[in-house]
């Protein structure tokens, strides 16, 4: 509870923390790797491509298809 306290002083919280790290991590395996939307979703820790779809539209405001054109 001490470390979602210091987190929220600094206005941040493991979630967000979370959620930006597989962002960046998303992005660079789609700009450096020949992988597939859904070996990139895996690999970024989610159990449903879809669902990497929908959270890989809401950070960048495209979807993965988009994104690789």
């Known amino acids: 509870r001490?470390?979602?306290r210091k987190l929220q002083e600094?206005?941040?919280s493991l979630r967000l923390?979370?959620?930006s790290l597989r962002r960046e991590y998303a992005i660079k395996l789609m700009s450096t790797e020949n992988l597939s939307?859904?070996?990139i979703s895996e690999r970024v820790g989610f159990s449903e491509t879809v669902s990497f779809c929908r959270a890989f539209k809401r950070w960048t405001g495209k979807s993965p298809s988009q994104w690789a054109n």
């Open 37 to 39: 939307v859904a070996g």
């Open 10 to 12: 600094e206005g941040t």
């Open 17 to 19: 923390i979370k959620n």
């Open 2 to 4: 001490s470390i979602g």
